[in-house]
């Protein structure tokens, strides 16, 4: 009954580190796809984390309401926020873990790394976020940046869908330059090509 329910959604971990928005990242997925009318959850995972740990976020995104209400464990989509989670094997292997061959990994990293075969797109959304000044306590705030990315790769929602709940979320100046992070991510974003991907760890 469980796959069953799960094959009805779109089910996305989101990987980060504290301070980079992984839970917000989450919870604007499901507000663009809320606006495109489809149902969706955001689940945050909250610990003992502090800025810079290795933290998590979930969501669903669907045609229909799914009765799940747990963290994903066999993701669809894995959305990488920092460049050196995929670096470490040890981190790595927890970011790719529930990874199945039609996972899709979306990293913010400038160059394609290994991610154990599976399709990966990327996008340097650090520099975009530095170049935009998005940056809190000396940590580029590149959740927007991805969704832009997730956007591009997976087309689960639209990006004039994600502008407008960015803009909802922070209404003024500082949702116009999330905005922009997401455009020129979604503009920016590429598919490894495997001959060009960089063995790590």
């Known amino acids: 009954m469980y796959k069953l329910l799960r094959e009805k959604s779109v089910e996305i971990r989101f990987h980060g580190r504290g301070g980079q928005g992984a839970v917000t990242a989450a919870t604007l997925l499901v507000a663009a796809a809320l606006n495109e009318g489809k149902w969706g959850q955001a689940i945050p995972s909250f610990g003992a984390e502090r800025r810079g ?14 009765p799940i209400h747990s963290q994903v464990r066999w993701p ?68 927007t940046s991805m969704l832009g990315a997730l956007a591009k790769a997976t087309g689960i929602v639209s990006i004039d869908s994600v502008l407008n709940a960015i803009k909802s979320y922070w209404p003024g100046r500082l949702g116009e330059l999330n905005a922009e992070a997401a455009k020129r991510a979604y503009n920016e974003t590429k598919l490894a090509q495997a001959e060009k991907i960089t063995v790590t760890g």
């Open 53 to 66: 740990a290795h933290v998590l976020a979930f969501a669903r995104v669907s045609e229909k309401p799914v």
């Open 76 to 143: 669809k989509i894995i959305v990488v926020l920092d460049p050196g989670l995929l670096l470490v094997e040890e981190e790595r292997k927890r970011v790719l873990a529930g990874a199945s061959s039609d996972t899709i990994v979306v990293a913010n990293t400038p160059e394609p790394v290994d991610v154990g075969g599976v399709k990966l797109y990327y996008v340097d959304a650090t520099r975009i976020a530095r170049e935009l000044g998005l940056v809190v306590a000396g940590w580029p705030v590149v959740n």
